[in-house]
C-alpha cells in the first residue's frame, strides 16, 4: 500500500508594505479568505483607481481561483493580506512581521505564492522567506502607454503624491515654504541678510538628513520615554564612581594649579634648574592635591563595597581594609610633600613621617583584624563563592 501524501498547504499572501489598503479603505489587516480579499481589493479601487496594491490584490485572487480548479486532493489553499504603514521603516516591518506570524498562525502553511506590487520585493522577500518557503513571487506592475497624455498623467499622479503624502510633503513642499516665509522676511532688512539665512536653512536641512540627525532626536525622545532606571545597588554604585573621578579630576587640577605658580615664581630655564626644583614642584602638587585624590579613589572603591555588600561577597571585607589603608596613605604623602618642599628641615620631617608610616601599619593590622573577626561572627551572611577544583589521578 503507498504511503499516504503529506497535506501540503499553500498560501497565496499579497504584501502591502506602504500601508495603502488601511490608509485608504480603513480596513484591518490581516485579510483572509477569497471573498474577503475581492471585496478589499474593490474597495480599494473605488477609492484610487490607479493604485496598485489593488491589481496586485484582484491578481492573488485570479491565482487563488486558478490554483483551486488545478489543485490535487491532498492540497489545499488559502489567500490572505497584509500590510505595513504609509512612513515604512522598521516599524512598517514589525508590522508585516507581526501580522504574516498570525496568518500562518491559523493557517499553517508549507510553502506561500508572493504578490506585490514590485516595488518592495527586495525589502519584503527576506521577512517572509525566513518564515515559510516561497515558491513563486508575482510582481504586479501596471503598464502605462508612451502618449504624451498618459504621461502627463503620470506625472500628476506622482505630484499629487508628493503633495498629499507626508513622507514626500516634508521635504517638496516644506523646506521651499520655509526657505520663501524667509526670502521674504528677510528681503525687508538686507539682501545680505537674505542670502544667509537662505544659506543657513539650506545648509541646516543638508546637515540634518546627511548625517541623520532627526532620526537621532526621534531615538532619543524615544529613549527618554523608554528608559527604565537600573536597580537601586547599579545606582549607588554608578553615583559613587562619578563622584570618586570628580573628586580626583579636582585634586589632580589644584595640584596642577599649585605647581604652576610654583613655576612661574623660580622660572627654571635650564635643565640643572629643572632638576633642581623638580622635587619642589612635586611637593607642591602632592600638598595641594593628595586630599582630594586619595579622597576620590576611596569613593571609587566604595562603589565597589555597595556592589560586594548586596552580592553578599567576603570581597567585601577586604575592599574596607584597602580603603582604610589608603586613606591614611593621604597623611604619608602629605608629611613627603613638606620634606621636598623645604629639604632643609628633612631630619624632623623625617621623624614624623616615620610616626605617620608607624601608625599607617597599626592601623592596616588593626582594620585587618576588625574584618576577620567581622567575617567570623557574619559568616552566615556571605555567600560562598564557587571554586573550582580539578583532581589528578597518576596511571
Same mark, same amino acid.
Given at each position: 500500500?503507498?504511503?499516504?501524501?503529506?497535506?501540503?498547504?499553500?498560501?497565496?499572501?499579497?504584501?502591502?508594505?506602504?500601508?495603502?489598503?488601511?490608509?485608504?479603505?480603513?480596513?484591518?489587516?490581516?485579510?483572509?479568505?477569497?471573498?474577503?480579499?475581492?471585496?478589499?481589493?474593490?474597495?480599494?479601487?473605488?477609492?484610487?483607481?490607479?493604485?496598485?496594491?489593488?491589481?496586485?490584490?484582484?491578481?492573488?485572487?485570479?491565482?487563488?481561483?486558478?490554483?483551486?480548479?488545478?489543485?490535487?486532493?491532498?492540497?489545499?489553499?488559502?489567500?490572505?493580506?497584509?500590510?505595513?504603514?504609509?512612513?515604512?521603516?522598521?516599524?512598517?516591518?514589525?508590522?508585516?512581521?507581526?501580522?504574516?506570524?498570525?496568518?500562518?498562525?491559523?493557517?499553517?502553511?508549507?510553502?506561500?505564492?508572493?504578490?506585490?506590487?514590485?516595488?518592495?520585493?527586495?525589502?519584503?522577500?527576506?521577512?517572509?522567506?525566513?518564515?515559510?518557503?516561497?515558491?513563486?513571487?508575482?510582481?504586479?506592475?501596471?503598464?502605462?502607454?508612451?502618449?504624451?497624455?498618459?504621461?502627463?498623467?503620470?506625472?500628476?499622479?506622482?505630484?499629487?503624491?508628493?503633495?498629499?503624502?507626508?513622507?514626500?510633503?516634508?521635504?517638496?513642499?516644506?523646506?521651499? *515654504?520655509?526657505? &520663501? $516665509?524667509?526670502?521674504? #522676511?528677510?528681503?525687508?532688512? =538686507? /539682501?545680505?541678510?537674505?542670502?544667509?539665512? %537662505?544659506?543657513?536653512?539650506?545648509?541646516?536641512?543638508?546637515?540634518?538628513?546627511?548625517?541623520?540627525?532627526?532620526?537621532?532626536?526621534?531615538?532619543?525622545?524615544?529613549?527618554?520615554?523608554?528608559?527604565?532606571?537600573?536597580?537601586?545597588?547599579?545606582?549607588?554604585?554608578?553615583?559613587?564612581?562619578?563622584?570618586?573621578?570628580?573628586?580626583?579630576?579636582?585634586?589632580?587640577?589644584?595640584?596642577?594649579?599649585?605647581?604652576?605658580?610654583?613655576?612661574?615664581?623660580?622660572?627654571?630655564?635650564?635643565?640643572?634648574?629643572?632638576?633642581?626644583?623638580?622635587?619642589?614642584?612635586?611637593?607642591?602638587?602632592?600638598?595641594? *592635591?593628595?586630599? &582630594? $585624590?586619595?579622597?576620590? #579613589?576611596?569613593?571609587?572603591? =566604595? /562603589?565597589?563595597?555597595?556592589?560586594?555588600? %548586596?552580592?553578599?561577597?567576603?570581597?567585601?571585607?577586604?575592599?574596607?581594609?584597602?580603603?582604610?589603608?589608603?586613606?591614611?596613605?593621604?597623611?604619608?604623602?602629605?608629611?613627603?610633600?613638606?620634606?621636598?618642599?623645604?629639604?632643609?628641615?628633612?631630619?624632623?620631617?623625617?621623624?614624623?613621617?616615620?610616626?605617620?608610616?608607624?601608625?599607617?601599619?597599626?592601623?592596616?593590622?588593626?582594620?585587618?583584624?576588625?574584618?576577620?573577626?567581622?567575617?567570623?561572627?557574619?559568616?552566615?551572611?556571605?555567600?560562598?563563592?564557587?571554586?573550582?577544583?580539578?583532581?589528578?589521578?597518576?596511571?
Amino acid at each position: 500500500m503507498p504511503p499516504k501524501k503529506r497535506e501540503e498547504k499553500l498560501l497565496i499572501l499579497c504584501v502591502d508594505r506602504d500601508g495603502d489598503l488601511s490608509a485608504k479603505t480603513e480596513e484591518k489587516t490581516p485579510i483572509f479568505g477569497r471573498k474577503e480579499n475581492l471585496a478589499a481589493a474593490v474597495s480599494l479601487a473605488l477609492k484610487d483607481p490607479e493604485e496598485a496594491d489593488a491589481n496586485a490584490m484582484f491578481e492573488a485572487v485570479r491565482i487563488y481561483d486558478q490554483l483551486k480548479k488545478q489543485g490535487q486532493p491532498h492540497e489545499s489553499f488559502q489567500i490572505a493580506t497584509i500590510s505595513g504603514l504609509q512612513l515604512l521603516g522598521v516599524e512598517a516591518d514589525r508590522k508585516l512581521v507581526r501580522e504574516l506570524n498570525e496568518v500562518l498562525e491559523a493557517f499553517p502553511a508549507n510553502s506561500v505564492v508572493l504578490v506585490t506590487d514590485g516595488y518592495s520585493d527586495e525589502a519584503v522577500l527576506p521577512l517572509v522567506e525566513s518564515r515559510v518557503a516561497v515558491t513563486s513571487i508575482r510582481r504586479i506592475v501596471i503598464r502605462h502607454s508612451e502618449r504624451i497624455e498618459e504621461t502627463a498623467a503620470l506625472i500628476g499622479k506622482y505630484i499629487k503624491m508628493l503633495t498629499e503624502n507626508p513622507r514626500y510633503s516634508r521635504l517638496a513642499l516644506g523646506i521651499p *515654504g520655509l526657505l &520663501l $516665509i524667509i526670502l521674504a #522676511v528677510m528681503s525687508l532688512i =538686507s /539682501a545680505t541678510a537674505t542670502l544667509i539665512a %537662505f544659506l543657513i536653512v539650506i545648509g541646516a536641512t543638508l546637515f540634518i538628513k546627511g548625517f541623520g540627525v532627526d532620526k537621532a532626536v526621534v531615538g532619543f525622545f524615544r529613549w527618554i520615554r523608554e528608559y527604565e532606571p537600573p536597580s537601586l545597588p547599579h545606582q549607588l554604585e554608578g553615583f559613587a564612581f562619578a563622584a570618586g573621578i570628580i573628586a580626583v579630576s579636582v585634586g589632580v587640577f589644584l595640584g596642577v594649579n599649585e605647581a604652576a605658580m610654583a613655576y612661574t615664581q623660580y622660572l627654571p630655564a635650564t635643565l640643572d634648574q629643572w632638576i633642581g626644583l623638580f622635587p619642589l614642584f612635586t611637593g607642591e602638587f602632592i600638598r595641594q *592635591g593628595i586630599f &582630594l $585624590i586619595v579622597f576620590g #579613589v576611596c569613593v571609587i572603591m =566604595s /562603589a565597589r563595597t555597595i556592589h560586594w555588600y %548586596f552580592e553578599r561577597d567576603v570581597r567585601l571585607l577586604r575592599t574596607l581594609v584597602i580603603i582604610v589603608v589608603i586613606s591614611w596613605f593621604s597623611q604619608i604623602f602629605h608629611q613627603v610633600s613638606f620634606i621636598l618642599i623645604n629639604p632643609s628641615a628633612g631630619w624632623a620631617r623625617a621623624h614624623e613621617l616615620v610616626f605617620t608610616i608607624f601608625i599607617g601599619i597599626l592601623l592596616a593590622i588593626a582594620a585587618a583584624l576588625v574584618a576577620l573577626a567581622a567575617h567570623m561572627k557574619y559568616r552566615g551572611f556571605f555567600k560562598k563563592r564557587k571554586k573550582k577544583i580539578e583532581e589528578f589521578e597518576q596511571g
